[in-house]
C-alpha cells in the first residue's frame, strides 16, 4: 500500500511507523511467526530510509537476523529469500563515499557481495519461479555486475516479459530500459 504513488509522502512515512509497531507486536506474541519477522524487517529498513543512514546501517544486522529467522521458520518463502538477496545487493552496490561515511560511524559494515545477492535471487527463484518481477530483475543486475552478461541480459528481458500486475511491475518494466541503455 505504501508503495502505491497514489499515497502522500506522510501517509506513507505514517503507515511504515505503523506497520513497524504491528510488526513488533506480532513478534511479541508469537517469536516463531516467520511472517511477523519478514515483516519486521521489511518495516525496520523502511524507517531506516526515514531517519537516516546511521539508522539504516545500524539496523542492518538485526533487519538480516530478522529475515533469516523468517527463514529458518518457513524455507519455502520465496520472498524472503528475495528480500536476503536484496540486503546482500543493496550493502554490495553502495557507493564508495558511503561506504567510506559509514565505515567512520560504524566499525564495520555488513560484509556484502554480488555473488551472495546472485545465490539468494537463485534460491528464491527455485522456491517459486517467476514469482515476482523484482527477483527477474535483481538476477539479471547481479549477473551483469559479476560480468556474465549473457545470463544478465536473459533474466532482465525475463523481467521485462513479465506480465504487469502490479504498479511495482511496471516501475520494474521500466527501469529494465534504463539498465540495457
Known sequence: MAQLSTVTPAEK????????????KALEKDELCWAAHKWYGVCLSDVGDYEGIKVKIGNAYIIKEHFQ??????????????????WYYMF?????????????????????????ALVYFQMA????????????????????????????????????DYPA??????????????ILH
Not at 529458518?72 to 536484496?86: C, F, M, R, S, V
Not at 552496490?93 to 551472495?116: G, H, R
Not at 511495482?168 to 518494466?173: P, S, T
Open 92 to 116: 554490495a552496490d553502495m557507493p564508495w563515499y558511503q561506504k567510506k561515511i559509514a565505515s567512520t560511524l560504524f566499525a564495520a559494515l555488513p560484509p556484502a557481495t554480488f555473488e551472495e
Open 125 to 160: 527463484e527455485e522456491a517459486d519461479p517467476n514469482f515476482y518481477s523484482k527477483n527477474l530483475l535483481y538476477l539479471g543486475k547481479s549477473y551483469l555486475k559479476l560480468k556474465n552478461n549473457e545470463l544478465g541480459l536473459f533474466w532482465i528481458s525475463k523481467a521485462k
Open 69 to 86: 529467522r523468517a527463514i529458518e521458520l518457513n524455507p519455502k518463502d520465496a520472498t524472503t529469500i528475495h528480500l536476503i538477496g536484496l
Open 165 to 178: 500486475r502490479s504498479e511495482e511491475d511496471q516501475q520494474v518494466i521500466s527501469s529494465k530500459s534504463s
Open 13 to 24: 512515512k505514517r503507515m511504515v511507523y505503523e506497520s513497524r509497531e504491528f510488526a513488533k
